[in-house]
């Protein structure tokens, strides 16, 4: 389902499925994986990663006993830099693949995100983590910080902005309604774009369009969030990167 979100680059490389045509796939040759393995697989193109009590130096001496014959690409990419010359155009679009025999619909909505380096690609991750996760299964939606999650207080609410925490107002909608089993946020980068959405999945036929609907207002109001809001997910993103949570994220 992710894959399709990238076909919003109608007519470019990032908008082509990641697995490819079933043609294609049935059509590759051992010569073809062995090509590809000889002109990708370079020292270049990879990183070695050490984790836990190992020194620096032992690290090193490994690697260069085990890839130091390694070829390097013709053409070696720079670390965070791009192939194309050009930003690739994010066109909205809206992609539907029917299969009557899923006892779920799986929706994704997403819109152009930033890259990794781009001055809000923080603030992107601060705003996927306000959005949250939910999953009925856990059963915890009474406690999570998710706006969307908490959902299940009047409709009314969600149209006055009271003071009333946000994320409690939408926590019971999506679970006392039964409009979803389960949500997923997501901030992709790449290079030089991204994708900022949501991914959904539900069996409730009959409320797609109320869980569509709520979905899409939860994220108008996101741009809007509350200091309290911002409290938990500055923290959880600062823990997941570099251990700091920078006020100006708040901004």
């Known amino acids: 389902m992710l894959d399709h979100t990238t076909r919003q680059h109608i007519g470019q490389p990032l908008g082509r499925t990641i697995l490819g045509p079933k043609e294609n796939i049935l059509s590759i040759s051992r010569d073809d994986l062995s090509n590809y393995i000889k002109t990708n697989y370079t020292a270049d193109r990879m990183v070695l990663v050490g984790t836990g009590g190992i020194e620096h130096a032992s690290l090193v001496d490994l690697a260069k006993n085990h890839f130091g014959s390694l070829p390097t690409s013709s053409s070696p990419i720079k670390l965070g830099e791009s192939t194309q010359k050009t930003k690739p155009s994010f066109v909205g679009s809206e992609v ?58 009047s409709p009314l609410l969600l149209s006055t902005r009271t003071r009333i925490r946000t994320d409690s107002i939408c926590c019971l909608l999506v679970s006392a309604n ?16 991204g994708l900022w959405g949501i991914y959904m999945v539900s069996e409730n036929f009959l409320n797609l369009d109320d869980m569509t609907h709520f979905t899409l207002k ?32 708040r901004s």
């Open 96 to 153: 539907k693949v029917r299969d009557d025999t899923m006892p779920t619909c799986n929706v994704a909505i997403a819109v152009e995100g930033v890259s990794w380096s781009s001055p809000d690609y923080y603030p992107m991750l601060v705003m996927q983590s306000v959005m949250g996760n939910w999953d009925r299964s856990l059963g915890a939606q009474s406690i999570l910080s998710s706006r969307l999650s908490h959902t299940s207080l």
């Open 178 to 193: 039964n409009l979803a089993n389960s949500f997923m946020s997501f901030s992709t980068s790449y290079s030089d774009t």
């Open 218 to 249: 939860v994220q108008i109001s996101i741009p809007f969030p509350s200091e309290l809001e911002l409290t938990s997910p500055c923290a959880v993103v600062g823990m997941e990167t570099n251990g700091d949570s920078p006020s100006e994220w």
